[in-house]
C-alpha cells in the first residue's frame, strides 16, 4: 500500500474518532485528536462534522473546544452557519450563544429549506434563542423558500409566547408564504385561540384569503376551535364567505361534525341553505359523513318558524 494510502486511512479514521469523541462529548479524546492535527471539517458516513454533531448535542465544552481549533467564523463560513442553524433547532441556548460570539452568520440559511435559525428556532417554540438571535440582528422577515416567516411558523407550531414576542418586536402580522396564507389563517387553521387574539390585536386582517380563498373563519370552522370562531366573528368576519370550492363555513363545520361550531354559525345567521360547486348544503355534508347531531340541529333549524309558533300555541 502506498504511503498516501495509508496517509487517507489514517486521517479518515482520526476523523471518524472525532466526530465520534464529539458526540460523546469526550473533551480529552476531543482535544488530543485535534492536538495531532486531525481537521475538524472532516465528514462522517453521515455526512456531519464533529461541530455539527456537537451542536445538535448541546455540548457547549466540546463545541467551545472545535471553535477555538479554528479561531473564529466569517460570514461566508457554512460550517459556523449550519452550527447555529442546528443548536438553534435543538434548542441549545448556550452554544447558540457561543457560535454568535465567534462570528457565526446570524442570517445564513439552511441549504435545502433556505431557513434561517431564527425560523428554525420559531418553528420548535425556543423562545429565549429566539430573542438572542434578534439581539444579534437576525432577520425577522426572512423568508424560506416557501416564503415562511418566524411569526408563520410559530403560529402553525402553536407557540403562543413566541408569537407574542415577534408581534412586539415588529414582525409582520400579515405576511403571507407562497400559498398566500398568513398568520392568522395559520393560527385558525391550528385552532388556537390565545394565537388568534394576539394576532387581532395587533392588525391581522380578519378576512385575509389564502390560494385556495380560504379565510381564517373556515380553517377554525374546520379545526372545530369554538373560541376561534368566536373570536373571528366577534371581529368581522364575513359568514357568507366561500372558498374555491364554493363552500362556507357552516358546510365545513358540518361535514367535519363541529356540532358547538355549526350552532355558534348559525346563531350569527349563517345561511343553512347555500350550496357549494358540487351541488352540498350543510345538512347533506351532515349527512354523507354521518354527523347526526348536526343533521338534527340542521333539521331542526329548517323548520318553519310559522309551524313553531302554531305548536307552541
Known amino acids: 500500500m502506498s504511503t498516501m494510502r495509508t496517509h487517507n486511512r489514517k486521517t479518515n479514521g482520526d476523523g471518524r474518532d472525532l466526530v465520534g469523541a464529539a458526540r460523546s462529548g469526550n473533551l480529552d479524546e476531543v482535544k488530543r485528536l485535534l492536538e495531532a492535527g486531525t481537521s475538524e471539517q472532516f465528514m462522517d458516513e453521515t455526512h456531519k462534522m464533529a461541530l455539527i454533531v456537537a451542536c445538535e448535542e ?14 473564529e467564523f466569517t460570514d461566508a463560513d457554512e460550517y459556523g452557519s449550519m452550527a447555529l442553524i442546528k443548536a438553534s433547532l435543538w434548542g441549545h441556548l448556550r452554544v447558540v450563544r457561543l457560535l454568535l460570539e465567534r462570528g457565526a452568520n446570524v442570517n445564513a440559511r439552511e441549504p435545502l429549506l433556505r431557513a434561517t435559525a431564527l425560523i428554525f428556532a420559531s418553528l420548535a417554540g425556543h423562545l429565549e434563542i429566539a430573542e438572542e438571535l434578534l439581539a444579534h440582528g ?27 414576542m415577534l408581534l412586539e418586536r415588529g414582525a409582520n402580522v400579515n405576511a403571507d408564504n407562497k400559498y398566500r396564507t398568513t398568520p392568522l389563517i395559520a393560527a385558525s387553521l391550528m385552532g ?7 394576532l387581532l390585536d395587533r392588525g391581522a386582517q380578519v378576512n385575509a ?22 373570536a373571528l366573528l ?5 359568514i357568507s364567505a366561500t372558498d374555491n370550492d364554493g363552500k362556507t363555513a357552516l358546510i365545513v363545520a358540518a361535514a367535519a361534525g363541529h356540532l358547538d361550531v355549526a350552532r355558534l354559525l348559525l346563531a350569527w345567521g349563517a345561511d343553512a341553505s347555500v350550496q357549494d360547486k358540487a351541488g352540498h348544503t350543510a345538512l347533506t355534508q351532515a349527512v354523507q359523513f354521518a ?10 333549524e329548517s323548520e318553519p318558524k310559522s309551524l313553531e309558533r302554531e305548536t307552541a300555541a
Open 58 to 71: 448541546g455540548l457547549a465544552e466540546v463545541v467551545e473546544l472545535l471553535i477555538d481549533s479554528r479561531l
Open 138 to 164: 437576525a432577520d425577522i422577515e426572512a423568508r424560506d423558500k416557501d416564503g415562511r416567516t418566524a411569526l408563520l411558523e410559530a403560529c402553525f407550531a402553536g407557540h403562543p409566547g413566541l408569537v407574542k
Open 192 to 198: 388556537d385561540a390565545n394565537i388568534v387574539k394576539s
Open 209 to 230: 384569503k389564502n390560494k385556495y380563498r380560504k379565510t381564517p373563519l373556515l380553517e377554525a370552522s374546520l379545526s372545530g376551535c369554538r373560541k376561534t370562531v368566536g
Open 234 to 238: 366577534d371581529r368581522g368576519a364575513t
Open 291 to 300: 354527523r347526526m347531531d348536526v343533521v338534527k340541529l340542521l333539521l331542526t
